[in-house]
């Protein structure tokens, strides 16, 4: 069975900082990407980071901020939150894009993403 399952979010003032994790289960992961999204109400479901085995990509207003990372061993990859910021506010939910070659470069779009999890809630106050 097919599992992703994000934890590690929570209320936060602003200027600080949360450690999200997505911990898969079910599939190979070393042949997936991992990606984190976010969602508010009344907005698109947006990407935030992703990282494969051999690259890693964020939006313009995080790279600064957040840092992705991979442990394969424990088959998670985890989200580093700095300067959060009340826009960060939103469900972050990780998802899984199938890597078809060493190099493969992940995106941010959603489209390709085959495997969801159920999301974890974080909220930053002013």
């Known amino acids: 069975e097919v599992q992703l399952v994000e934890s590690g979010g929570g209320l936060v003032q602003a200027g600080g900082s949360l450690r999200l994790s997505c911990t898969a289960s079910?599939?190979?992961?070393?042949?997936?990407?991992i990606g984190w999204f976010r969602q508010v109400p009344g907005k698109e479901r947006e990407g935030v980071s992703c990282?494969?085995?051999?690259?890693?990509t964020y939006r313009d207003s995080v790279k600064d901020r957040f840092t992705i990372s991979r442990d394969s061993a424990k088959n998670t990859v985890y989200l580093q939150m700095n300067s959060l910021k009340p826009e960060d506010t939103a469900v972050y939910y990780c998802?899984?894009?199938?890597?078809?070659?060493?190099?493969?470069?992940?995106?941010?779009?959603?489209?390709?993403?085959?495997?969801w999890g159920q999301g974890t809630q974080v909220t930053v106050s002013s």
């Open positions: 079910g599939f190979t992961f070393d042949d997936y990407a």
């Open positions: 990282i494969s085995s051999s690259d890693s």
């Open positions: 998802g899984a894009e199938r890597s078809w070659y060493r190099a493969y470069a992940c995106g941010l779009g959603t489209l390709k993403y085959e495997y």
